[in-house]
């Protein structure tokens, strides 16, 4: 196991920002970078051969939904949050992120957080490389490797990781407020700001209200309602 500061007290901030490190218990645990190359095995074949679909299932069953697209908009959601959340608070807490290379990092696809994920190598970066390690390391793949796979749209899934990121960048701050730590709430909006300026974020929420300009379909759930940032006022009918 790790000791690495810039990873072993993200814990304080909450439970999606913790980070495992160290080998997993179960080693067979496939990386992020195989689960996104998977996106080639087929929706129909085994399960194990590609861990998105995998999870996309699991989450299905754990909402209730029938729905492929739904579920894979709520577990794309979740994987976005965990890695928006580790990177974004090493970065305001250090002014520096984990290189969250998706050859380093181990999945469990029916795990949930914090046990999901599991870096095998800590190694640092500045914090200005935070795009680069979540949102093209990242987001980029897990978006085509669920595309690939499911009639999802990209605006749908760069909205999730907008919302997320804000999730995050609000998490940091009431922390920071509670604890005394300015510059951690400085450095995360400042990282933020810079990030909503890339064109696949840019024009995801509003920009006086942060509210989506698309929706997670979070409202087709049994009983589900709209989420806080939801782009509208209330549910749509469904068809």
């Given at each position: 196991?790790?000791?690495?500061?810039?990873v072993t007290?993200?814990?304080?901030?909450?439970g999606?920002?913790?980070?495992r490190?160290?080998?997993?218990?179960?080693?067979?645990l496939?990386?992020?970078?195989?689960?996104?190359?998977?996106r080639?095995?087929?929706?129909?074949?085994?399960?194990?051969?590609?861990?998105?679909?995998?999870?996309v299932?699991?989450?299905?069953?754990?909402v209730r939904?029938?729905?492929p697209?739904?579920a894979?908009?709520?577990?794309?959601?979740?994987l976005a949050?965990?890695?928006w959340?580790?990177a974004?608070?090493?970065?305001?807490l250090?002014?520096r992120?984990?290189?969250?290379?998706?050859r380093?990092?181990?999945?469990?696809a029916?795990?949930s957080a914090?046990?999901?994920?599991?870096l095998?190598?800590?190694?640092t970066?500045p914090?200005?490389r935070?795009?680069?390690?979540?949102?093209?390391?990242?987001?980029?793949p897990?978006a085509?490797a669920?595309?690939?796979?499911?009639?999802i749209?990209a605006?749908?899934?760069?909205g999730?990781?907008?919302?997320?990121?804000?999730?995050?960048v609000?998490?940091?701050?009431?922390?920071a407020?509670?604890?005394?730590?300015?510059?951690a709430?400085?450095?995360?909006?400042?990282?933020a700001?810079?990030?909503f300026?890339?064109?696949?974020?840019?024009?995801?929420?509003d920009?006086?209200?942060y509210?989506r300009?698309?929706?997670?379909?979070?409202?087709r759930?049994?009983g589900?309602?709209?989420?806080?940032?939801?782009?509208?006022?209330r549910?749509?009918?469904?068809?």
């Amino acid at each position: 196991m790790d000791h690495d500061p810039a990873v072993t007290d993200l814990s304080a901030l909450g439970g999606f920002f913790v980070l495992r490190t160290g080998a997993p218990p179960d080693g067979a645990l496939p990386t992020l970078a195989e689960a996104y190359r998977a996106r080639d095995a087929g929706v129909e074949k085994e399960v194990y051969a590609n861990p998105v679909i995998s999870r996309v299932r699991r989450v299905a069953r754990s909402v209730r939904t029938p729905e492929p697209r739904v579920a894979a908009s709520i577990a794309h959601l979740g994987l976005a949050a965990r890695l928006w959340s580790v990177a974004l608070g090493a970065a305001a807490l250090h002014d520096r992120v984990p290189d969250l290379d998706p050859r380093l990092l181990r999945w469990d696809a029916e795990a949930s957080a914090p046990d999901e994920l599991w870096l095998t190598e800590v190694r640092t970066l500045p914090a200005e490389r935070i795009g680069e390690v979540v949102r093209e390391g990242h987001l980029v793949p897990l978006a085509a490797a669920i595309r690939a796979q499911l009639p999802i749209s990209a605006r749908l899934l760069w909205g999730n990781a907008a919302s997320a990121l804000m999730g995050a960048v609000r998490q940091v701050e009431r922390w920071a407020l509670l604890n005394g730590r300015p510059e951690a709430r400085v450095r995360a909006r400042a990282l933020a700001a810079e990030l909503f300026t890339h064109p696949e974020l840019s024009d995801t929420l509003d920009p006086e209200t942060y509210r989506r300009r698309s929706c997670c379909l979070y409202y087709r759930l049994p009983g589900g309602g709209l989420c806080g940032d939801c782009c509208f006022d209330r549910p749509p009918g469904r068809t």
